[in-house]
């Protein structure tokens, strides 16, 4: 009899006694915008120990330890997102508004959503969970085409929404038309970029 | 006739592993020309358009695609450096020339030493109507969209949950193509969770614990039914799913390419957990004969980091063995080694390292 492997393992999908030990403390969440870091697993991998402008995450003694958060530390700046290669890294914040939450997720897909659109949330399984406002979206050249979209969602739903997926407008249209080149995400620009390449 | 060309090192392959080689030995003075068959360096770097883990010493955090143009221009832009791309070595003879094949032209070589980095290929897997069109290697799928801009077709299935499997999986939903599962054979997901996490926040459902029972379709594919397996991978029936896809990507693992280190003579081995055949090396990554060095995945199937670090380590001893470097060396080839211990040290590389204790 094998031992039933733990959920995340088996299907990819963080439960909450995965979560739970890597989120901020209540009382930090409380006091607002802050980073959680949904790495779970010990790989060769530190490029976040240097992102953080404010060494919140701190420096590995070994670059296969998980990350380790100074919350005092963290501002909820959302500059390590896009630093992170596993895509891992979101930013939340619980009393965004009166009736919201915030999340802030990175996003490699097009078309890239637009400032006031209202987009699905999906949590970790992919289900959609609840309309979601964008409320910003920030490309700047340190992103290296991982876009960060924040995400207003209704209260309490800030650790439960981890990606968007656009409403259906019925058009399947090539949506890298629709784009400038310079804000296209990395992978999605590779595949759309046909004409870059030397044909052979 | 063609005369053969006398050269410090020949590197086989412009992959990372052998692009790094080439830029260690060329640091330390070296004369170094490498052969590349594609017609674009960089190896499997030109189509990876997700940023790499380790650390920044390995390009951490940068996209495979930009390392690919950070080496390939650092190459060719080294005056000790000669790149021959659409290059490919037809053989390596007894006298120790390198017979290549370049458009209309063969090439001769006489290297003093040799570098292995041909890389590895996709494995395939046996199941009912495995020749259908429409069922390619994830790699293939990958060449197709990131290097070529074409898309395989509009639903796919893909096999294998390893970091390979997880991540074309990731760029097929980027170019638009609806992946409809993932199936892995094996109880856990081989891959890194985050690889795992990424698509499954994007709806896409991984099946551990199943395999393919058949493909079917008139002349191409038009569906798959996959089947769970027990503990002992078994199939159990009456599990079976029916997927309707027109492609099936199949991530199935690695196998060194090392066809031209067989021609040489040189010792093999054959070691599961690094892929199949791999050559016996001592702590350079010198095979048993001293002038033929290895390096990347042809000396064993691991991530593209370790193959940099390796191909550095590699090309630091081949200078170092032809007088080049000094002083230089020692510290190079301590760094490189920090370096691969770190990389491995961890339970990610807790294969890589029972492979390596077998050598």
């Given at each position: 009899m094998i031992p039933q492997p733990q959920r995340l393992a088996a299907c990819g999908v963080a439960a909450a006694a995965d979560i739970d030990p890597v989120s901020p403390p209540a009382e930090r969440l409380a006091r607002g915008r802050v980073v959680i870091l949904e790495c779970f697993q010990e790989i060769p991998c530190d490029p976040c120990t240097k992102t953080c402008p404010f060494g919140a995450i701190l420096p590995m003694a070994d670059i296969n330890e998980r990350p380790r958060i100074d919350y005092e530390r963290c501002v909820g700046c959302a500059v390590c997102i896009a630093g992170c290669p596993g895509l891992a890294i979101f930013v939340v914040e619980e009393d965004f508004s009166q009736e919201e939450s915030l999340v802030v997720i990175p996003y490699e897909f097009l078309p890239v959503p637009g400032f006031g659109d209202t987009v699905e949330g999906l949590d970790r399984a992919g289900n959609a969970v609840c309309p979601a406002r964008v409320v910003a979206v920030q490309n700047a050249a340190f992103q290296d085409r991982t876009h960060l979209i924040w995400l207003a969602v209704p209260k309490g739903l800030a650790m439960t929404v981890r990606h968007l997926r656009m409403p259906d407008t019925g058009t399947a249209a090539d949506p890298a038309a629709e784009v400038p080149a310079e804000s296209v995400p990395a992978g999605a620009a590779a595949a759309a970029r046909c004409e870059g390449n030397d044909g052979r | 006739m063609t005369s053969v060309r006398e050269v410090d090192i020949a590197v086989v392959g412009a992959g990372p592993a052998g692009l790094c080689a080439a830029l260690a030995a060329a640091d330390l003075g070296a004369g170094v020309t490498v052969l590349d068959r594609e017609p674009r360096p960089g190896g499997q770097l030109i189509k990876q358009t997700h940023m790499f883990f380790g650390s920044q010493e390995q390009y951490a955090a940068v996209r495979g695609i930009d390392i690919a143009e950070l080496l390939a221009g650092r190459s060719a832009a080294h005056p000790h450096i000669e790149l021959l791309a659409g290059t490919t070595v037809l053989g390596i003879y007894p006298d120790g020339v390198l017979l290549a094949e370049s458009g209309d032209r063969l090439l001769k070589l006489r290297p003093q030493r040799l570098i292995v980095a041909t890389g590895a290929s996709e494995k395939f897997l046996a199941f009912p109507n495995n020749d259908l069109p429409g069922i390619y290697g994830a790699g293939a799928v990958q060449t197709l969209m990131n290097v070529h801009g074409v898309v395989p077709g509009k639903r796919v299935l893909m096999v294998g949950a390893g970091n390979i499997g997880l991540i074309v999986s990731y760029q097929l939903l980027q170019a638009g193509v609806e992946v409809a599962a993932v199936v892995e054979g094996a109880p856990t997901i081989g891959g890194y969770w985050v690889h795992a996490s990424k698509i499954r926040r994007a709806g896409v459902p991984i099946l551990t614990s199943h395999t393919i029972k058949l493909a079917y379709g008139q002349e191409v594919l038009q569906g798959v039914v996959v089947q769970q397996v027990d503990a002992a991978w078994r199939p159990l029936s009456g599990t079976e799913k029916d997927f309707e896809v027109d492609v099936m990507c199949l991530a199935v693992g690695l196998s060194p390419l090392t066809e031209l280190l067989f021609q040489t003579g040189c010792r093999l081995r054959y070691v599961a957990e690094l892929g199949g055949h791999v050559p016996e090396r001592d702590?350079?990554?010198?095979?048993?004969?001293?002038?033929i060095y290895v390096a990347g995945d042809a000396a064993g199937v691991e991530e593209a980091s370790s193959a940099m670090v390796e191909g550095s380590l590699a090309g630091t001893a081949a200078a170092s063995s032809l007088g080049h470097g000094g002083k230089r060396v020692g510290e190079s080839v301590a760094a490189c080694r920090r370096q691969l211990d770190d990389l491995r040290r961890g339970p990610a590389g807790e294969k890589i390292r029972a492979g390596l204790a077998k050598l």
């Open positions: - | 702590e350079f990554l010198r095979t048993s004969l001293p002038w």
